[in-house]
């Protein structure tokens, strides 16, 4: 199987994030065999400059030809002055009409990890919220007639929205197939109080609900759902609504989580054409070169490029896991960054997903051993966080990727068994001494390639008693992989007095 994209970098921040969006998912061919081949074109105003033309017909052409599209951002103010024709917005709109897209999937995720970063509160966040708005792409105000015209006392200026049965048909469908997928609720947004469009709706989206017997199906005044976007976000599974009121609320969900820098869009059109996926960010040009862009939007717009147009549904789980992780545990751009955590790049975010894909994707064996080998480390998360199920990392209240769970590690605190019973070298473990010192975020063993602790410097501290605390912080267990994986994490004890309890050796 060969996966066919047409790579359009565009303008501004574009090729930056784009470039990382590129290096996962070559991160996914080299953990799975799967065969990714990749056009680049120019579009925007990169393709003005170049050719004249915002979108040149060598671009439209790739494009036609692949499986798959990855855009990463179109516009900027030095094009602003130029004719319709010519600007960079107006490639775009061809791009999308030449696939004949009629549907805009954004998917909004608001990680546990980003309350406190965004404008809800935490306890509106709570665990999270994923809602996925489908908007409709091609009917509405902004293709109805429209007109200015001169009057004796002033102008006169006029839109007319228009949809017909077809339209809202196969966007409706889509958004119940969709949530076939998802929790099976569909909320579908109108405003049939007043608009006769919105009464056709409607009526149209109940007939088509009948065909989904299994999707609950809610209608919404659009007011009203703006109003529960904000107050009660985790009550959307997937909202559906037309053109104009798709547009606004897709932006206010856009809000919710903290930074555009987040959000990913699919547009999906006619069957034989090829999809359309893009960050819903801007080209941010007073960023562009700065390699401070965050790249998670074009990054996730890969992931729904797996899912929506080569159906990969695990590698597009696991580009989004790896997101998560990294939104959890960075390394962060500056947009997403807590408050005085250390900010990284655009790259370094990038090669930090597409390594954490791999983990994922092409997990190594465990190599049984007789005496079992465990990584202690410390992370910088509110002890309340939980593990995830069956994942010893990130979380550490119970996980372990090993076949017997640790002993209890009580939230931040390590517990009796899971400590040494005296500081310095010489704690009896397979041949292997180990020495516990204070880390930045709590006590750990000593690395094996680190100076003695009685070195100056370097004083060894007696380990934290069972229930004691480390700086708020949490001390979390996870089998060790193999060389290469996870590299931060080479503190190691083998089973023995004192020994962390554990359920297999990696490599």
């Not at 909004?108 to 966040?125: K, Q």
């Not at 500056?334 to 994922?360: F, H």
């Amino acid at each position: 199987m060969t996966c066919r994209i047409a790579v359009l970098p565009g303008d501004g921040i574009g090729p930056e994030v784009i470039r990382e969006a590129v290096r996962v998912v070559e991160a996914v061919g080299a953990a799975t065999g799967i065969a990714f081949d990749f056009t680049e074109a120019p579009i925007g105003g990169a393709a003005v400059e170049a050719t004249g033309d915002p979108l040149p017909p060598e671009t439209e052409q790739a494009c036609l030809a692949a499986g798959a599209i990855l855009l990463g951002a179109v516009g900027g103010p030095r094009w602003d002055r130029e004719p319709a024709a010519r600007r960079p917005e107006t490639g775009l709109l061809r791009l999308r009409k030449a696939v004949g897209a009629y549907a805009n999937l954004r998917p909004v995720r608001v990680h546990r990890a980003m309350a406190g970063r965004g404008p809800l509160r935490p306890e509106v966040v709570g665990t999270g919220i994923d809602v996925l708005i489908v908007r409709e792409l091609t009917g509405g105000l902004y293709y109805g007639e429209r007109g200015l015209q001169q009057e004796p006392f002033g102008e006169r200026a006029y839109d007319t929205m228009v949809y017909t049965t077809p339209e809202i048909e196969r966007i409706v469908r889509m958004a119940f197939q969709l949530a076939r997928g998802r929790r099976r609720r569909v909320v579908s947004v109108d405003k049939s109080n007043v608009l006769e469009t919105s009464r056709l709706w409607r009526r149209v989206t109940e007939a088509v609900a009948e065909e989904f017997g299994d999707v609950e199906l809610e209608h919404m005044l659009v007011d009203n759902a703006a109003m529960q976007l904000v107050r009660n976000p985790g009550r959307f599974d997937v909202l559906v609504t037309e053109n104009t009121f798709g547009d606004i609320l897709s932006d206010l969900a856009a809000a919710l989580c903290g930074s555009l820098g987040l959000l990913p869009s699919a547009s999906l059109g006619l069957p034989g054409r090829p999809p359309l996926f893009e960050p819903v960010h801007g080209s941010a040009p007073d960023i562009a070169g700065r390699g401070i862009a965050n790249p998670l939007a074009a990054i996730a717009s890969a992931a729904l490029m797996l899912r929506y147009a080569f159906g990969l549904e695990r590698e597009a789980r696991a580009v989004e896991d790896a997101i998560d992780e990294v939104l959890a545990y960075g390394p962060w751009t500056p947009d997403i960054a807590p408050p005085g955590a250390p900010v990284a790049g655009t790259e370094e975010v990038g090669r930090a997903v597409a390594l954490k894909v791999r983990e994922r994707l092409a997990p190594a064996p465990l190599e049984p051993v007789d005496a079992p080998l465990q990584v202690a480390f410390w992370d910088p998360v509110e002890p309340a966080d939980p593990a995830p199920p069956g994942e010893g990392y990130p979380g550490g209240t119970a996980g372990t990727t090993g076949e017997t769970p640790p002993a209890a590690v009580p939230g931040s605190s390590l517990s009796a068994a899971a400590a040494p019973a005296a500081s310095g070298p010489g704690v009896a473990g397979d041949n292997l001494a180990v020495s516990w010192i204070a880390g930045d975020h709590g006590f750990r063993p000593v690395l094996p390639d680190e100076p003695d602790p009685a070195a100056p410097g370097v004083a060894p501290v007696a380990p934290p008693p069972a229930g004691a605390t480390s700086s708020g912080h949490r001390c979390s267990h996870r089998t060790r992989h193999p060389a290469g994986r996870r590299a931060e994490s080479k503190a190691r004890t083998r089973a023995g007095a004192g020994s962390l309890p554990g359920a297999g050796k990696g490599a």
